[in-house]
């Protein structure tokens, strides 16, 4: 168990939805980062928040937005669904920045 | 930004045989180098990572390198097992800020 916690496991709705996905990082990990994996494929990275305050963005998606809250836990929120949103979303916490990475086991999202 | 280029994509060994992936960077500037394991449908694991002020590293059967002239840095694991059998991803972190790149993955496969 790496500490990382993300709900829900699995999350199945229609196109055009919204849905928001939750991460709690590892007890003492300022550093939260989102990732998005799709079939067999690798991990591209969305976001990543330092101590409530956004540090680096990849190539995130304007329907897409995060947030990190005072008590560190982050929240990502994916609207106006598309079919190929449909992915497999990790969220990873950090000691610090520059730092080893911890991926909780993620938020497998399914769009009809 | 950050781009990290892995090779081979796929890697077919027989157990007992070493298995070598290789990764390039771009940014000269970056300083950290970890290495994912990714067992089918779970979560990336740090398996090794190595920083920019360090040529190699090594714990137990597995070992990075890092070529900071060449920008390349590569992952050796030895004398390979059944459950060394996953995926396997490079990244990358960048000097101006700390996103992790990830490189592609590469899906090593050792027989029996």
């Known amino acids: 168990d790496s500490g990382v916690t993300q709900t829900p496991k699995h999350l199945i709705t229609a196109t055009g939805q919204r849905v928001t996905l939750r991460c709690s990082p590892r007890?003492?990990?300022?550093?939260v980062y989102w990732y998005q994996q799709s079939l067999d494929q690798g991990l591209q990275f969305l976001i990543q928040?330092?101590?409530?305050?956004?540090?680096a963005k990849g190539n995130i998606l304007e329907r897409f937005s995060a947030q990190q809250f005072p008590d560190l836990h982050s929240e990502l929120n994916l609207s106006s669904l598309e079919l190929g949103d449909s992915a497999l979303y990790f969220c990873?916490?950090?000691?610090?920045?520059?730092?080893?990475?911890?991926f909780g086991n993620g938020t497998r999202l399914t769009v009809t | 930004g950050e781009n990290v280029e892995q090779h081979p994509s796929t890697l077919s060994v027989q157990e007992g045989d070493s298995a070598v992936i290789k990764c390039t960077y771009s940014?000269?500037?970056?300083?950290?180098f970890p290495w994912y394991k990714q067992e089918l449908g779970k979560r990336p694991q740090l398996i090794i990572d190595?920083?920019?002020?360090?040529g190699e590293k090594k714990d137990q059967r597995i070992a990075v390198t890092l070529n900071k002239t060449a920008k390349h840095f590569s992952l050796h694991i030895t004398e390979t097992q059944p459950e060394d059998s996953a995926v396997y991803f490079c990244?990358?972190?960048?000097?101006?800020?700390?996103?992790?790149?990830f490189g592609a993955g590469t899906t090593v496969t050792v027989r029996a």
């Open positions: 007890s003492g990990d300022l550093s």
């Open positions: 990244a990358a972190s960048g000097s101006n800020d700390y996103k992790l790149s």
């Open positions: 990873a916490s950090s000691r610090q920045e520059n730092s080893p990475l911890h």
């Open positions: 928040y330092y101590n409530g305050e956004e540090r």
């Open positions: 190595i920083r920019s002020n360090v």
């Open positions: 940014d000269s500037a970056s300083n950290y």
